[in-house]
């Protein structure tokens, strides 16, 4: 790794909404760390220490492996935006590339018989099965995933 990551952290209010934000090159490589990163950062309350180790580590894994190589096509003058919102009552995982977008409503359902031997295709699925709330810009090019705190 050539570059180095650096968050950046705000907080507002009296403190108890905290935005986290980073970019990351794209190359898969930086994954790992930038994950490790904001999972570190991300203050206690909110979100259980389970939810925090494994679903939004997972599900920001999952976003950032998607915008790196479909979004950007591991084009390392490229870009992936993360900014993460944190208050009382949620998480909000903002995961931007700089690629053309997609089209959510064409993406097939991968329990389908006629998909489960595919390579690709689960990762919509699954942040959709370890967040509360997925949703698409309309460009498709990013995507905001929230969990809900309790």
Do not use: K
């Not at 690709?120 to 929230?146: K, M, P, W, Y």
């Amino acid at each position: 790794m050539t570059t180095p990551l650096r968050l950046d952290v705000r907080r507002s209010g009296a403190g108890s909404e905290v935005e986290l934000s980073l970019e990351v090159p794209s190359a898969l490589e930086y994954v790992g760390p930038a994950v490790d990163l904001i999972a570190r950062a991300c203050p206690s309350g909110t979100l259980s220490p389970r939810r925090v180790a494994f679903n939004l580590r997972t599900a920001l894994a999952e976003a950032l492996t998607n915008a790196i190589a479909y979004g950007n096509h591991y084009d390392s003058r490229r870009m992936v935006r993360v900014r993460m919102e944190i208050t009382p009552e949620a998480v909000r995982i903002h995961v931007a590339d700089d690629g053309a977008g997609f089209d959510p409503s064409v993406v097939p359902d991968p329990t389908l018989p006629e998909n489960i031997e595919r390579e690709n295709g689960r990762g919509l699925f699954v942040l959709r099965h370890l967040v509360d709330r997925v949703s698409i810009n309309e460009q498709g090019n990013a995507v905001c995933l929230t969990l809900l705190a309790g």
